[in-house]
């Protein structure tokens, strides 16, 4: 697993890559909730009322960021998160 720290607007949050069977797991967790990509299920973040925005076909940290927002959680949707958003975009509504 590598873990990455990441400074945007000042703020230091936590990213993640684990490398699992088929793809990795990539993740970015902020004070308000989450960029995930595709392996990870935004019904799951629907159930505990989490903020997660998901952005699929990403290998690292830096492709979650730079490419489109697929899937927003209810939670998610409330802070301004929407589909066609950058991961950043999204990361940036989870400050």
Do not use: H, W
């Not at 902020?30 to 973040?45: E, H, N, Q, R, T």
Request: glycine share 10%.
């Amino acid at each position: 697993m590598k873990t990455r720290e990441i400074s945007i607007q000042g703020q230091v949050v936590q990213g993640y890559e684990i490398n699992l069977p088929g793809a990795p797991l990539v993740l970015v967790q902020a004070p308000k909730g989450f960029v995930m990509c595709g392996y990870l299920d935004v019904k799951f973040a629907d159930k505990f009322n989490a903020a997660a925005a998901v952005v699929r076909g990403v290998k690292t940290v830096e492709d979650l960021l730079a490419k489109p927002v697929t899937d927003v959680s209810a939670a998610g949707q409330t802070l301004g998160i929407t589909p066609g958003v950058s991961g950043r975009d999204a990361l940036l509504k989870l400050l």
